[in-house]
T-cell receptor
Framework: GAVVSQHPSRVICKSGTSVKIECRSL??????MFWYRQFPKQSLMLMAT?????????EQGVEKDKFLINHASLTLSTLTVTSAHPEDSSFYIC??????????FGSGTRLTVV | QQQVKQSPQSLIVQKGGISIINCAYE??????FPWYQQFPGKGPALLIA?????SEKKEGRFTISFNKSAKQFSLHIMDSQPGDSATYFC????????????FGAGTRLAVHP
């Protein structure tokens, strides 16, 4: 089956620092990866769509300079939260698309900014 | 504009009962309708999915019913178990290209023993 690995699972950082989250498709090539943000007891909100070798497409209202996305290979996409602040604390989840209509999600990263 | 509406927001079911969660969508171009299960602190996991060329799909205790004309689809969990207690999300998508999944608001299911 399709497996997506996301690291780290939890991270605590100081306000003003940057944090990088990795998303890897372990057993398939993912031409498209997606990054979501989820607040407690809420749904998943799409932040951006990441295509291998090209710039990410950000959803309306998502600051592209704050949430840097790099999709350097068919198996790896990274999300960097730059100059993190407490309001960036959230659960970040990546997803990779294996084949037509099939999306696999990572286990998520709990970011806490103190 | 909310592209997919999910109900109920929360649901309590007795062990052995049937859990039913509903979703309605707007765009008739959507052609992929999955349901995801999410436990606290984990990413969503695909439960079952359907395409609009069939009206029902069953996998074990989970069934999707799809009504194309009404633009609605539902998840039925038969013989609900306490281990099914989780948050369930419906989603919609266009299957071609780089299309994204659009999620419903979620339903928190509690199955009481």
């Amino acid at each position: 089956g399709a497996v997506v690995s996301q690291h780290p699972s939890r991270v605590i950082c100081k306000s003003g620092t940057s944090v990088k989250i990795e998303c890897r498709s372990l057993d398939f090539q993912a031409t498209t990866m997606f990054w979501y943000r989820q607040f407690p007891k809420q749904s998943l909100m799409l932040m951006a769509t990441s295509n291998e070798g090209s710039k990410a497409t950000y959803e309306q209202g998502v600051e592209k300079d704050k949430f840097l996305i790099n999709h350097a290979s068919l198996t790896l996409s990274t999300l960097t939260v730059t100059s993190a602040h407490p309001e960036d604390s959230s659960f970040y989840i990546c997803s990779a698309r294996k084949e037509l209509g099939s999306y696999t999600f990572g286990s998520g990263t709990r970011l806490t900014v103190v | 504009q909310q592209q997919v509406k999910q109900s109920p927001q929360s649901l309590i079911v007795q062990k052995g009962g049937i859990s039913i969660i509903n979703c309605a969508y707007e765009n008739t171009a959507f052609d992929y309708f999955p349901w995801y299960q999410q436990f606290p602190g984990k990413g969503p996991a695909l439960l079952i999915a359907i395409r609009p060329d069939v009206s029902e799909k069953k996998e074990g205790r989970f069934t999707i019913s799809f009504n194309k004309s009404a633009k609605q689809f539902s998840l039925h969990i038969m013989d609900s178990q306490p281990g099914d207690s989780a948050t369930y999300f419906c989603a919609v998508s266009l299957s071609g290209g780089y299309n994204k999944l659009i999620f419903g608001a979620g339903t928190r299911l509690a199955v009481h023993p």
